[in-house]
């Protein structure tokens, strides 16, 4: 019972990892601001791999279904390749996802002038060469010979010598220590100016008409945030930031992605320093199941949560059910604002 019951939560994750991915997918793409989204359609794609190759490998391995399977080196080697890498090429995005929200909502005139499809591709370009450099250090010195093992101990703990001792530390602070550190820093500074929008819309209201002088200070910035959309009672600070909600956002959305790797990490570390010589059994495979649900539940902390892709998800649903669209929600996402209210992002 407890075979079936892992088994059928590991097909769960990987289905729901596929159609969360696609669905998101398709309405980023039929999105005409394309560029705003850039960074979550490329984390859905990065996801999206990550369900097709690694979760059903990720199944063959856990599994004592399939304890007869065999693999040879190269197909190992090639696993481990694609877990290093997709790992690092999703967590890096979420990293750049983070900074690239801290400048559109603190910085928007910085942002509206400096964000390009020129310097999204090269965030892009920038997140694959580094995840492609990590994961060659998990390869290097593996044998060459013609040598099998079986699908459970695929692991890169698998690797002889001292080397992976090294390649753990380096991934390990490369990929979740340092993203980390750049996620929580980046959010404290986006819930900071939530916190001076609330107390500055009032006053800010009043001196609307009141031309100031250009200034990049933080104070400036609250005031184009909470002028740029007026017209929207309905996300007004004392319903919207009443009851710790804007806090509540930003701890699901950093504490969701503390729950799914630390575990990872922390287990790979201590079983790196304690030096095993085999993969870590049912232990590893918790911990690695966990970092996986990280990409069933990406779509919808970085895709869903955003209105402009909820509005549009709606309204495709409506367009493929032949219903007439609601007023609400026949206003298109070009026709929104380029700039998103911050009430609005953190709702």
Not at 154 to 163: E, K, L, N
Request: one cysteine or more.
């Amino acid at each position: 019972a407890q075979e079936a019951l892992g088994l059928l939560c590991m097909v769960l994750l990987t289905v729901t990892a596929l159609v969360a991915n696609v669905v998101v997918m398709v309405v980023i793409l039929k999105t005409p601001l394309v560029r705003k989204f850039i960074f979550v359609c490329h984390l859905c794609v990065v996801d999206l791999l990550s369900a097709i190759f690694l979760m059903p490998l990720g199944i063959i391995s856990s599994s004592s279904c399939f304890n007869r399977v065999i693999y040879s080196i190269a197909e190992c080697q090639a696993l481990i390749f694609l877990n290093v890498c997709f790992i690092s090429a999703s967590i890096l995005t979420i990293s750049i996802i983070s900074v690239e929200r801290y400048y559109y909502i603190v910085h928007p005139m910085r942002y509206e002038v400096k964000m390009t499809i020129r310097l999204a591709v090269a965030g892009v370009v920038f997140i694959w060469v580094k995840s492609v450099l990590i994961t060659v250090l998990a390869v290097v010195g593996w044998p060459q010979d013609n040598g099998a093992t079986s699908a459970s101990r695929c692991t890169v703990y698998w690797s002889p010598g001292a080397h992976k001792e090294a390649f753990v530390i380096i991934f390990s602070i490369v990929c979740f220590i340092l993203p980390t550190i750049i996620i929580f820093a980046v959010y404290c500074s986006i819930y900071r100016v939530a916190r001076l929008a609330s107390l500055q819309h009032a006053p800010v209201l009043a001196q609307v008409a009141a031309p100031r002088p250009r200034s990049d200070s933080v104070t400036s910035q609250v005031t184009i945030v909470t002028t740029r959309n007026l017209p929207l009672p309905r996300l007004t600070p004392e319903r919207f930031l009443g009851g710790n909600k804007a806090i509540l956002t930003l701890v699901l959305i950093v504490g969701q992605f503390l729950c799914c790797w630390l575990p990872f990490f922390a287990f790979h570390l201590h079983s790196s320093i304690a030096d095993a010589a085999t993969g870590g059994g049912h232990g590893e495979m918790v911990v690695t199941w966990i970092a996986y649900s990280s990409f069933a539940i990406n779509p919808f902390f970085y895709g869903l949560l955003n209105r402009q892709i909820r509005e549009e998800l709606a309204r495709l649903w409506r367009s493929c059910l032949h219903r007439p669209l609601g007023q609400e929600l026949c206003l298109s996402v070009s026709e929104a604002s380029v700039q998103e209210n911050i009430l609005q992002f953190l709702q």
